[in-house]
């Protein structure tokens, strides 16, 4: 065996194995909600949780179970908005095998505010629930 493909096989054992390791104990999940215009809900950006920027806006890495900070952002095509009605800070008590997905709610005009709504992860559950 080569040492280049020697060194490929050691990093994709490596990659694997921290892959795997997210899923080692229960886990929960961040992530936005899909558009609807009945309850005239939005899909804002999450932007950071626990103050470190996420590497996906839409969805979450897997996250430990507890209280984690999730800031969400939603901007309006309307009107120019200041920072502060764009952003909003969650303070969430994440529950093991449980994915929380955010809207943004219209409320009045420009104005909304954040929505969250659970789901069981079922494979999850099935794993770490008997």
Not at 18 to 47: C, H, L, N
């Amino acid at each position: 065996m080569t040492a280049s493909r020697a060194a490929c096989l050691f990093a994709f054992a490596a990659t694997a194995a921290a892959a795997a390791g997210m899923y080692d104990q229960p886990w929960s999940i961040v992530e936005g909600a899909d558009e609807s215009t009945v309850r005239k809900e939005f899909r804002p950006a999450i932007t950071q949780i626990d103050g470190k920027s996420t590497r996906n806006t839409v969805e979450s890495d897997p996250l430990a179970p507890g209280k984690h900070q999730v800031k969400i952002r939603f901007q309006t095509g309307r009107v120019a908005q200041s920072p502060a009605d764009e952003e909003r800070l969650l303070e969430l008590e994440l529950e093991a095998c449980t994915r929380y997905r955010i809207a943004a709610q219209r409320t009045t005009g420009t104005n909304w505010q954040p929505k969250v709504y659970t789901e069981k992860i079922g494979e999850c559950a099935q794993k770490f629930t008997r």
